[in-house]
């Protein structure tokens, strides 16, 4: 089964064995010539089952059984990932929201609060804020800022949308008594921020990503937020991210 679609401004081709990738990407099909194109096997299948098994494992989940059309969805996007970085676009770890036209993104450890943190935006703003990611967003770098872009892989929820935002900031989360954010050092960031980052296989594009993500990290503004996840949080998370 085939269909392009446009990701982060480009046109992939995704060549399937299950018809749901397609119904998943639905929002994001376009009618363009691809720029590259993606195909799944089954020993795409059977390799994401194996990490899926491994990630569990790692995080203290019980092993599960995923059905083979949600583990091609995993792989589509982990070849789209790979090929991306060869267009200054890395896959990101972390929750993308807008506010009045500039992205601020909240990466942490899984079962941090990112959701839960921007869902507090969205009550805290309303419609000033629009989600563009909350799960697996796409960064496209360029030497004069960086771009957050929606994809339809975007969470459990399913909370985002297909546009473009520039970024302001991105903060890493922790859980905190008490409300309180802080400018980070470049050296701080990078390697919490690598650790959120799709890394390749590949050597000569592993070093692109690093270079990347360097790059991205000179563009956009760096914090620290510890909080507890009351509705006080999004707004001093907001305005400590404007000084």
Not at 99 to 112: L, M, P, R, W
């Amino acid at each position: 089964m085939t269909g392009v679609y446009r990701f982060a401004d480009r046109n992939i081709e995704i060549v399937s064995i299950y018809e749901k990738v397609h119904r998943y990407c639905e929002a994001y099909r376009v009618d363009a010539v691809p720029d590259f194109t993606v195909v799944t096997t089954e020993e795409d299948i059977v390799m994401e089952k194996g990490r899926s098994a491994e990630q569990n494992q790692r995080e203290g989940l019980p092993v599960r059984e995923y059905p083979p059309e949600y583990l091609e969805e995993l792989a589509v996007y982990r070849k789209i990932a790979d090929r991306m970085i060869a267009y200054d676009t890395l896959l990101f770890h972390g929750s993308a929201i807008s506010v009045d036209g500039e992205a601020y993104i909240f990466t942490a450890k899984s079962g941090t609060g990112k959701s839960t943190h921007a869902r507090l935006w969205r009550e805290y703003f309303k419609d000033r804020a629009i989600m563009v990611n909350d799960d697996k967003p796409l960064i496209r770098v360029t030497n004069r800022e960086s771009i957050v872009y929606g994809t339809p892989y975007n969470g459990k929820h399913r909370l985002g949308n297909n546009i473009s935002v520039p970024i302001r900031a991105i903060c890493i989360l922790d859980r905190d008594s008490e409300n309180h954010i802080e400018p980070i050092s470049k050296e701080e960031a990078f390697t919490v921020l690598l650790q959120q980052t799709h890394i390749p296989n590949d050597r000569s594009s592993v070093i692109r990503c690093m270079m990347l993500l360097k790059q991205l990290i000179n563009s956009v503004k760096l914090y620290h937020l510890g909080c507890n996840m009351e509705p006080e949080a999004a707004s001093v998370s907001y305005f400590g991210m404007q000084n």
